[in-house]
């Protein structure tokens, strides 16, 4: 701000310039300063006159301090110890003992100065002081502005121009704020004039027009403290997923905070037996107690005494005393580790980390210092290393794909993968192994086989005469009969076969007019009779059937003894009994005779132990 004064002096005749009386006192600008008659004012009667434009000790201001302790013009009650204040007539004749005893009286500006010479008044407000009538006049006064609206501008006569911070309102020329004031003697913006309270819109001002925008993603508080992460979407503040009312707590385990019936506040319940650390390392398994964190049992450190003895400070836990030898195997407590020795220094060390890689790109492998590896299953794409398969995803901890389909659109190639190399082309075989048809592949349709004519072979050696018909090779079956009753004729791989119907070798003949196989005497064979049981057999090769044979007085019928089979016959309903004949009684030591139908004896022998 701008201020503009004058201090001026009147120079005495006697007394030189007395400022004593008017010091300090600023004369405005608009005040007649007459330049010209400054002359006159200075011969005046200093009662008449005692600063340029001011006419009377009236026109003295009150506040003016004259200096000493009587004001300007006070006449009445001046007492010699005073400073003599300009006015007082009682002492101011040349002869009083005041004035004789000055023996240094003070030296005018002008003195020794011409006319109209520079001169220095004494006031740094002023500039341009010249010598007019003997007395040092002002010719400029000084301008003291720093275009600053924050500072108070002032001109001081002794330091010159001072400034001072105001709080006065500004302007910070920003068309977007409003209510900007001076603050440490700068402009501060006041209040921005485009904030619409929204906390999900962004404001804008441009030259003093505002603009709002949708921030959306930006972090907000919606009107319930249950919910926290909640964010802008569209202007309005949405609530989010995080637990608002685990956050008011924070990390403390002994308060549990749940939203309230409103949803709109938070409800505190205080936790007892519940897990927490009361801050003291010298307490082990400290647990909540009616919202409060109670200590559990002392820390003995004895789980530290595996490399050192030590003993318990409540802040830093287990301090060492004493370090036991470097190489003693211990245990960190840690199962992701391995190789733990002391280290002399009272620590386990470990000089090795447990491998949790089961090699499974399906799988997240961790390790947990209290359980040692974790395998847990992981979703998402994989390689399962098979070039036949494509999209390999993890599933059930298996890499998982889905097998490509090689096919190069060439009917007369065949497509094949390989795991290894992928998909591979080789010419495709048409042959469909029939003789009867020319095969042939058609890029078009693929494998054709066009049937043929002509002699063919059909691999039979039961047909002769083969050809190909319709694109099959048929051929005539041969006639194997060799007219022998007593041969099987039949055509196998090799040809014919005419296979004796009775076996040679068992001594079977065989009867051309029944075409029957007659078992030769002795095929059967009495081995044991003992406590009514008779055990044969039959040493022929061909079955045998006994139908009205008799075993003694006991008649068989409608048995058939397998080749080189063993039947136990017996008159009781044994367990080891094959065949029960209601009619046999023998016994151990007693002859057995066993008869065809037509009686004749086949073979007798005697009974046996056997």
């Known amino acids: 701000m701008l201020s503009r004064v004058l201090v001026a002096c009147t120079c005495l005749a006697a007394l030189g310039c007395a400022g004593s009386g008017v ?21 005046r009667d200093v009662d008449d006159t005692f600063v340029d434009g001011v006419t009377s000790p009236s026109d003295v201001p009150p506040d003016v301090d004259d200096g000493g302790d009587a004001s300007v013009g006070d006449t009445s009650d001046t007492s010699p110890a005073d400073d003599g204040a300009v006015g007082d007539t009682s002492d101011a004749s040349p002869d009083t003992a005041d004035v004789g005893e000055d023996t240094n009286p003070p030296v005018s500006p002008c003195e020794g100065i011409t006319e109209g010479g520079a001169c220095d008044d004494g006031d740094a407000c002023t500039t341009g002081d010249r010598c007019v009538a003997g007395v040092c006049r002002p010719l400029t006064l000084v301008t003291c502005d720093d275009h600053n609206p924050c500072t108070d501008d002032v001109c001081d006569p002794a330091r010159g121009c ?4 105001n709080l006065a309102g500004c302007d910070d020329g920003d068309a977007c704020t409003s209510g900007d004031r001076c603050v440490a003697g700068t402009c501060r913006a006041g209040v921005a004039k ?16 505002c603009g709002h925008i949708d921030d959306d993603g930006a972090p907000c508080e919606d009107a319930s403290a249950c919910t926290g992460g909640d964010s802008c979407m569209g202007g309005v503040c949405l609530a989010g997923l995080g637990d608002g009312c685990a956050a008011a707590v924070g990390s403390d385990p002994c308060t549990l905070a749940t939203c309230a019936a409103d949803g709109l506040t938070c409800a505190f319940t205080l936790q007892s037996n519940v897990p927490c650390d009361d801050g003291n390392a010298c307490t082990v398994d400290d647990t909540c107690q009616q919202g409060l964190c109670k200590p559990g049992p002392a820390n003995s450190c004895g789980w530290d005494t595996k490399c050192g003895t030590f003993h318990c400070d409540a802040v830093l836990g287990c301090v060492l005393e004493q370090a036991f030898d470097a190489g003693k195997t211990c245990s960190d407590n840690d199962k992701c580790t391995t190789g733990d020795i002391c280290d ?4 386990c060390a470990t000089s090795g980390v447990l491998d949790c890689d089961d090699h499974n790109s399906c799988t997240d492998d961790t390790c947990f210092d209290y359980f040692g590896c974790s395998h847990s299953w992981r979703s998402g794409p994989c390689n399962d290393d098979d070039r036949c398969t494509t999209s390999d995803q993890c599933s059930g901890g298996v890499c998982r794909g889905t097998a490509i389909v090689c096919n190069d659109g060439d009917p007369c190639t065949s497509d094949s993968c390989d795991p290894l190399t992928g998909c591979e082309t ?9 003789p009867c048809t020319v095969d042939a592949c058609d890029p078009l349709g693929g494998c054709l086989a066009t049937p043929r004519t002509g002699a063919c072979e059909d691999g039979l050696a039961c047909t002769a005469g083969d050809s190909c018909v319709l694109g099959a090779c ?19 791989h090799d040809g014919c076969a005419h296979d004796p119907r009775c076996d040679a070798l068992a001594g079977e003949g065989c009867v051309v007019a029944t075409e029957a ?4 005497q002795g095929a059967l064979e009495i081995v044991a ?6 055990t044969l057999v039959n040493r022929s090769a061909a079955s045998f059937a006994l139908d009205g044979f008799r075993l003694d007085d006991a008649r068989i019928d409608d048995v058939v003894m397998a080749p080189n089979a063993t039947l136990v016959f017996c008159r009781s309903d044994a367990a080891d009994c094959d065949v029960v004949l209601d009619t046999l009684d023998v016994a151990a030591g007693v002859g057995v005779d066993l008869a065809t139908p037509d009686g004749t004896l086949v073979m007798t022998f005697g009974a046996s132990d056997d």
């Open 23 to 43: 010091e300090g006192h600023r004369v405005p600008l608009d005040a007649p300063t007459d330049v010209s008659s400054s002359e006159t004012q200075v011969d």
């Open 162 to 165: 001072t400034t001072s911070n």
């Open 194 to 209: 485009c904030d619409d309270g929204n906390p999900c819109t962004r404001d804008s001002c441009s030259a003093g027009t």
């Open 344 to 347: 002399g220094h009272g620590a």
């Open 426 to 434: 080789a010419a495709r075989d048409c042959d469909d192994h029939n």
């Open 474 to 492: 048929l051929g005539v079956a041969v006639a194997c009969d060799d007219a022998d009753p007593c041969t099987t004729d039949v055509c196998d």
């Open 517 to 520: 196989c007659v078992a030769p």
């Open 529 to 534: 009779v003992v406590d009514e049981r008779v």
